[in-house]
């Protein structure tokens, strides 16, 4: 997975004063209304003529210091299937603190379209149809939906929002879902703050301007020169999202910044925010709502004695506080890597993913191991920038423990997660390790989990056009984790088996033992009589044609379009393997055996192998798919798409059996 | 006006204090438990009409959550806009043996707002989920509401999911003499006890015990129809400052027509004079109500908006005509007065939408809050026609399977009238196929294949349409089960017509389409339609079939395959017959000429549980043979 990523330092280029940028509001071209289509994508049910937007860092109207953000964009539609552009929501932030939400003001915009006799009018949004909500403790919206949308039309509109959160610069995306002319952001930066801004995805910026403008930023008597940086992008495609991808923030065109470090202007102190690190590593021991909360390990202490009361063995101790937590915590859906108070979730039974796993590395040092976290970003997060140290990109963090020389990652939240396994959303590119006394270092995340079934169905072939026998199946790694999440479901494991035997009217399960539900480090076993209707009236041929695909056939291939732009990411390794034993009549024999097959993938990125033994008046069948990689780049699609295709092709053939 | 309806669980607290209910988890009756994450111990919900505008509401319920299926049961969820008034909110948590262990008050819920698909909407939840861990516990909670209107009351639907048993629940009315209500009670055992309270106020009060967890039944009726419940209605009412009063539909059809919609249709002079322009060479009145509907499709689109009175109101046409966008309510008001224009007639029609259920308003119980959508009724002579104004896309007089066959609330200059709106029988909801393929020596498939879609399989490929080329070949391969298939041409056609259609023609062909092994050829007989829908099988069904309405689906594919080969195993011939559905399906090699037809039809209406087990078998039948695999071997 390559990803071009550009770093910019503000190097003053040169003293000159500046001007506004953004384009005129209210104004649009007789070629802008006769447009019928774009001519880079005609596909495209709209397209950004112009977008434009501003972030200052500013002093606001309260006297503190504030992000000004300004947006304004300018978008043609060409038919109704955008008028959803048309419909715009705002989100605005609270930090739940003090209830106060970001400000928005100055919301105007028009739509342009010609009347039926067509003539340019122009419509303009009312101020009493801007609704005004609060969605949660979080957030709150302002929505707006633009009056005379019709085929045709230019919608155009602009707004400001004054931000508390100075030191996040919003992010600015380039590439949307709909095709953009051109696209440009500015921001106004004083002195006395560094940020880094860097590039996501594969275009090129064809804007990249960085300015000096003289005293533009007083406070209090302080005041400083500010940079002023124009990125722009011109012909940006639109972003166009496959199956089986992670987040499309990994991959589409997006600037980014990250505070780097700051000087108060009321008393000159310098704080570094993000620089090397041992700067990082430093902010977050000295944190309190992450450093501050990892070393409550007294906190512990009594809490996991009678966990571990008995256990000599690390790993036998590490297992039951890992459980301990697993039971004594409910997570409340929240993610992050900061807690505000691991003792109040300890109390509460209840907490974000912060507070449980960071009690969880706590209480492994208070019982004496070695005992680290790991910061990762999830896979819907997106990748994480390793260029330079950021913190913010992580957005999840999990304990981690190192017994003798192997590590185990715990994640406490998901009490059917087996000790040492990762759910699969944390599986995403780098993570951080993070202790108290060492320096902090990546690892990668993408673990060496797999997930692995094996079926072995065991049967009799009956006179009455049956089989007869026995289904076993094997799940493990993180199969097993997915077969307990789904027997789960139900309310008792009776309840599972009945579930599996009404989705099967041609099966009839007549006895059920599953082993280990609840040993999670353990396979789990499914055991199952069956009897399976093959045929109604076998005896009326002499000859019984049947597919030894019994179970896991493959008939449409899962990846339909020719070619593809982003890597196929399956999440983890795989393998399936089935096993079929027909045990015949004494009066059938077999004409037409299925023919073994071995396919491989480059690379060794997979294979499927099937073969065949004959026994006495039975025989054996065995097939088995294996995915070795997590993620095939777009340059192995055609392969992998080809692998599927020859499963296909071989899965079609039906063996023969003949009577004597 | 898409909403569940009005919106609070509300109640009243008028029983003095009893004795507290233990609730150790061990004293739940063991019927109870079969199928149940959950188990409602106890809940009492009453309602109190102090007067008009000021009703009490006051929910007192205890739950006991068996596993973790079951916390999302235990969550409270107190809806609210911004009249209501909420209070006395507070709860205690229980272990599985009964004993206390937390206690929790509203400072712990956090307050939401439920409208994300609107542009607006007034209505919020407060809601809170104790954590707990270990199982079983049980949630206790009690909460008052007070609501300023009584033309809704929140029906008591005790049993309202799968997976819940209720041990017992109470529900009690209570208004003063004059007061007078209507009920409509369903699927209830035991009768209503009504009595005078010590203030002299009427009270109703029913109650359930020991009612069984329901689980899911593919194909089941329309839940409310099965679930136990009682309806309140009341005659004379007060809503958002307007009063008023009703005893059946007519009445109630008057009220929202003088009330809500009157004087909302006024349009621009403009307006009138563009539509009457566009229409002025139509003299068939049918005809020029489609040009009109055109013309509002043309111009408007669908935007959620629940303001307006109660969200019942829809706002200005001349609202709708200047901004181009408004809600199902907005779209048909503005549609009117287009209609008007040019001396046509309409009526605003309210409605319960969905496509899984047809469901009507209920004829002997007339009240707000059974419907959720508007459509437009034209009422031509000996033709009656429908439209819904919310697509972009349909034809005039279309209603599709969103609002079809069922009964309607009309709003006629004579008051509210039930009209009911057409169905579409199997034999017209058609998806009619025809294919000629060649099979060549290394097994690709080629040649063209052409489809009708007609009655409510006319939009399937409405979505389709709207994209260029190159996407909407993206979409047809995700639309067939044939894997590389390379799409030459597509074309689609569209008669909007008052009999509407669509027809599909591509041009295509795929590898590997068959597989050439051991001298034999493999390919599935069935290349562009099999089925894989099995229902699931249910022990002990409790309620009848539904199969809320019909298809019929033709598939003739001829293949011509390498020549001098013979089919090798037994050939496909499937009849099946069967009151709710047939299929046939069958095949025929002649020289190298292979004919595959197949016919599947399913009958719309309603069948006794027994036949269960019949359509499961029935939709495997079909399954199986649309996975028949040919077998070709040389002569």
Redesign the interface.
């Known amino acids: 997975m390559k990803r071009p990523l550009l770093t910019f330092s503000f190097v003053l280029i040169a003293v000159i004063f500046s001007q506004a940028q953004d384009f005129r509001f209210g104004q649009i071209t007789t070629q802008e209304m006769n447009m019928k289509n774009y001519k880079n994508d ?2 495209a ?1 709209a397209v950004v003529l112009n977008e434009f937007g501003k972030s200052t860092i500013n002093i606001g109207s309260d006297d503190n210091i504030k992000q000004i953000y300004e947006y304004h964009v300018k978008i043609k539609i060409f ?3 955008a ?1 959803d552009k048309g ?1 715009v929501k705002v989100l605005l932030y609270s930090n739940d603190k003090n209830e106060a939400y970001e400000d928005i003001s100055d919301i105007k915009a028009i739509t342009y379209y010609k009347d ?1 006799n067509g003539f340019t009018q122009k ?1 303009e949004l009312e101020n009493k ?1 801007i ?1 005004p ?5 979080y957030w709150a919206s302002a ?3 633009l ?5 045709g039309c230019i919608i155009e509109y602009k707004y400001k929002i004054e931000s508390f959160r100075w030191d996040k610069i919003r992010t600015w995306e380039f590439q949307d879902d709909i095709p953009k002319i051109y696209s440009e952001l500015e921001v106004h930066i004083p002195a006395f703050f560094t940020f880094n801004a860097s590039i996501k995805g594969y275009l090129k910026l064809t804007k990249n301007k960085a300015e000096v403008e003289s005293k533009c930023f007083e406070t209090h008597g302080a005041s400083c020169d500010c940079s002023l940086i124009n990125y722009g992008m011109a012909d940006i495609p639109a972003f166009k999202e496959d199956d089986y991808m992670t987040a499309p923030k990994n991959f589409a065109s997006a600037i980014n910044f990250e505070l780097v470090e700051w000087q108060s202007p009321y008393d000159g102190l310098k704080h570094k925010q993000t620089k090397e690190w041992r700067d990082i590593d430093y902010s977050l021991k000295t944190d309190y709502s992450f450093g501050g909360q990892l070393k409550r390990k007294s906190l512990f202490k009594d809490k996991i004695a009678p966990m571990i009361a008995g256990k000599t063995d690390e790993l036998a101790k590490a297992k039951a506080i890992y459980q301990g937590w697993q ?4 997570w ?1 859906n929240f993610i992050g890597i900061y807690s505000d108070n691991i003792s109040r979730a300890w109390d ?3 907490g974000d993913v912060a507070s449980i796993n960071l009690s969880l590395s706590a209480a492994l040092a208070a019982a004496g191991l070695n005992s680290e976290v790991v910061l990762l970003s999830l896979r819907d997060n997106g990748a994480i920038n390793t260029l330079y140290p950021v913190v913010s990109d992580f957005d999840y963090v999990v304990a981690k423990v190192n017994i003798g020389d192997q590590a185990y990652l715990l994640d406490a939240t998901d ?1 059917l997660l087996p000790f040492g396994v990762l759910p699969f959303k944390c599986l995403n590119d780098k993570g951080r390790v993070f202790s108290l006394d060492k320096p902090s270092y990546f690892m990668d995340m993408s673990l060496p989990q797999r997930e692995k079934s094996a079926y072995i169905l065991d049967v009799t072939l009956t006179d009455d056009g049956k089989l007869k026998g026995t289904l076993t199946n094997y799940s493990t790694g993180y199969e097993a984790y997915k077969r307990r999440v789904e027997i ?4 008792s494991t009776d ?1 599972y088996v ?2 599996l ?3 099967l ?2 099966w009839k399960i007549t006895n059920a033992k599953i082993d280990n539900i609840d040993s999670l480090d353990m396979p789990v076993a499914e055991h199952y009589s069956v009897e399976i209707k093959v045929s109604d009236k076998p005896e ?2 002499s ?1 019984l ?1 049947f ?1 030894p695909y019994y179970i896991g056939r493959r ?3 899962p990846l ?2 020719d070619e593809r732009s982003f890597p196929i990411d399956m999440g983890m390794a795989s393998e399936d393997r089935y096993t079929l034993i027909v045990h015949l009549p004494s009066n059938y024999m077999v004409e ?1 055996p299925p ?1 073994p097959i071995s396919l491989a993938m480059p690379n060794n990125g997979g294979k499927y192998l099937s073969s065949y033994q004959p026994g006495d008046n039975s025989f054996s069948f065995v097939y088995l798919t294996q995915f070795n990689k997590s993620v095939y780049g777009a340059e192995e699609y055609p392969s992998v798409k080809e692998f599927f ?1 020859k499963i ?3 899965q ?3 063996m ?1 059996l003949k009577k004597k | 006006m898409k909403r569940p309806i009005a919106a609070c669980f509300f109640a009243v607290l008028t029983f003095a204090a009893k004795a507290q209910k233990s609730y150790d988890a061990s004293l739940i009756p063991k019927d109870l438990l079969p199928y149940a994450s959950s188990v409602v111990r106890d809940e009492e919900i009453t309602i109190e009409v102090k007067d008009l505008d000021n009703a009490i509401y006051h929910v007192k319920k205890a739950i006991t959550v068996l596993n973790k299926n079951g916390d999302e049961d235990a969550r409270i969820v107190i809806y609210h806009d911004k009249s209501d008034v909420i209070r006395g909110v507070k709860g205690t948590v229980y272990d599985q043996f009964g004993k206390q262990t937390e206690k929790f008050s509203e400072s712990k819920f956090d307050d939401v707002s439920v409208g994300s698909g609107s542009l607006f909407d007034s209505m919020r939840a407060k809601h809170y989920l104790p954590p707990v861990t270990d199982y079983p516990y049980t949630v206790a909670y009690e909460y008052e509401e007070r609501s300023k209107q009584t033309l809704n009351f929140d029906p008591w639907i005790p049993n309202a999911g799968e997976g819940i048993a209720v041990e017992k629940s109470t529900f009690t009315f209570i208004c003063n003499p004059g007061f007078n209500i209507k009920i409509k009670e369903n699927n209830l055992h035991d009768k209503v006890v009504t009595g005078l309270n010590k203030d002299g106020q009427k009270t109703y009060t029913w109650q359930v015990n020991n009612l069984k967890a329901l689980r899911y039944e593919p194909l089941s009726p329309y839940f409310r129809n099965y679930a136990t419940s009682v309806q309140i209605a009341p005659e004379k009412f007060a809503y958002y400052g307007l009063k008023g009063s009703y005893t059946n539909w007519n009445d109630l059809g008057k009220w929202i027509s003088d009330k809500l919609m009157a004087n909302r249709q006024a349009l621009p002079a403009q307006t009138i004079e563009h539509v009457k322009e566009i229409t002025q060479n139509i003299t068939d009145p049918k005809l020029k109500a489609q040009k009109i509907y055109e013309y509002m499709q043309s111009k408007t689109h669908y935007i959620s908006v629940q303001v307006g009175i109660g969200d019942y109101q829809p706002f200005l046409a001349s609202d709708v005509d200047q901004q181009n966008y408004g809600d199902c309510k907005a779209l048909v008001n503005y549609t009117q007065a287009l209609l008007k224009a040019v001396n046509i007639d309409s009526y605003y029609c309210i409605v319960k939408s969905g496509r899984q259920h047809n469901v009507s308003l209920l004829s002997d119980f007339a009240s707000m809050g059974q419907a959720d959508h508007i459509i437009l009724c034209v009422p031509f002579k000996n033709d009656t026609t429908w439209a819904d104004c919310t697509s972009q896309t349909i034809p005039f007089g279309y209603l599709g399977d969103f609002t079809d066959d069922r009964t309607v609330l009309a709003l006629t200059p004579e008051g509210g009238k039930l009209l009911h709106t057409p169905k579409y029988p199997a034999a017209l909801n058609l998806e009619k196929r025809k294919a000629e393929f060649v099979i060549n020596a290394d097994g690709e498939l080629s040649g063209s294949m052409s489809t009708v879609f007609k009655g409510t399989e006319y939009e399937n490929r409405d979505e389709l349409l709207k994209e260029q080329t190159s996407e909407q070949y993206k979409m047809e391969r995700k639309n067939y089960p044939i894997n590389n298939m390379d799409i030459q041409h597509l074309e689609i056609k569209q008669d909007k017509g008052f009999d509407p259609s669509t027809t599909e023609t591509i041009r295509m062909r795929a590898r590997d389409y068959a597989t050439f092994q051991d001298g034999k050829y493999y390919f599935l007989l069935n290349p562009a339609n099999r089925e894989t829908y099995v229902p699931r099988q249910v022990r002990n069904r409790l309620n009848d079939v539904n199969i809320t309405r019909g298809v019929t689906e033709e598939d003739e594919v001829t293949y011509t395959v390498p020549p001098g080969y013979r089919l090798e195993k037994r050939v496909l011939d499937v009849n099946l017959d069967k009151s709710f559905g047939k299929f046939t399906a069958n095949m025929e090699l002649k020289g190298d000429k292979l004919t595959y037809k197949r016919k599947f039809q399913l009958i719309g209406g309603t069948y006794d549980k027994s036949l269960y087990q019949d359509v499961v078998d029935f939709f495997q039948s079909v399954a199986d043979a649309d996975e028949y695999n040919v077998v070709l071997v040389k002569n």
């Open positions: 005609t596909s049910h038919d109704p299937k008028f419909t039926d419509a149809k609704y909500v609060k969605e949660n403790k929505k707006f939906a009056p005379g949308l019709r085929p039971k004594w915590f409910k409340d509460s039974h209840s009490p789960k479901k139900y309310n309840e009945e579930s035997n009404n989705r009217p041609k009326d041929a000859k044609t597919s008939s449409t291939n339909k379009l037409t023919q295709n296909i092709q071989s079609k053939a039906e023969v």
